[in-house]
């Protein structure tokens, strides 16, 4: 029992620092691209989008609603719907009692909490970075945290040729393999294994 305990905590060391680099790579602090898990606003669970698309057909009646509930109930929240479901404790409230952040819900006492912390637009990005997080911290192995972090590094240097001009794009660009195992010696240390490129350099492997 006491070993489990200890690979347990260890895993979960693991699993905060990979969260934690993945957070780090977007420009504000909550990594790059469309994804994340919100609360459901029919059935109060949490629940998960990816791109664009998924997360405009989640979000398609204004609120979030889980795969589950949009497939049994039709796609949208009813807006009539007297309830919501706290963005923090998950609690069901009544949406007259419930204080509205950007089409997400906090319950009186988050509500409250949160407010005496946060102005209006910091409030909405704390709440963005929970939804980041949560979605991080829903994956169900180490290795698919591993693959989200190694496509969130990719898309990151991506991003840097994009946000680059002329000759610092072209720079860039000519040395995508140097700078694609400089981040893959970074992440090995941080993902606690060792990654190389094959003999093409297109693929990572792990070792
Ligand atoms: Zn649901
Ligand atoms: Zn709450």
């Known amino acids: 029992m006491e070993v489990m305990g200890v690979s347990r905590s260890d895993d979960s060391a693991l699993r905060e620092r990979i969260v934690a680099s993945i957070l780090k790579t977007g420009f504000n602090g909550s990594g790059v691209g469309i994804?994340?898990?919100?609360?459901?606003?029919r059935c109060g669970?949490?629940?998960?989008?990816?791109?664009?698309?998924?997360?405009?057909?989640?979000?398609?009646?204004?609120?979030?609603a889980c795969r589950g509930c949009r497939n049994n109930q039709g796609r949208h929240v009813a807006r009539d719907q007297a309830h919501c479901y706290c963005e923090c404790c998950q609690k069901r409230v009544e949406r007259k009692d419930a204080l509205s952040v950007a089409r997400r819900w906090l319950c009186d006492r988050c509500g409250a909490e949160l407010s005496s912390q946060f102005d209006e637009e910091q409030l909405n990005t704390h709440l963005s970075r929970l939804a980041r997080r949560r979605y991080l911290e829903l994956k169900p192995s180490l290795d698919d945290l591993r693959r989200h972090g190694l496509t969130q590094a990719e898309q990151r240097l991506a991003l840097d040729e994009i946000h680059a001009e002329g000759e610092e794009r072209r720079d860039l660009e000519s040395r995508w393999e140097e700078r694609w195992l400089e981040a893959l010696a970074?992440?090995?240390?941080?993902?606690?294994?060792?990654?190389r490129l094959d003999n093409n350099g297109t693929t990572v492997h792990k070792d």
């Open 35 to 41: 994804w994340g898990a919100e609360v459901c606003q």
């Open 45 to 64: 669970e949490l629940g998960t989008y990816w791109a664009l698309a998924g997360a405009m057909v989640s979000h398609a009646g204004g609120e979030f």
């Open 186 to 195: 970074e992440l090995s240390e941080i993902h606690g294994v060792r990654y």
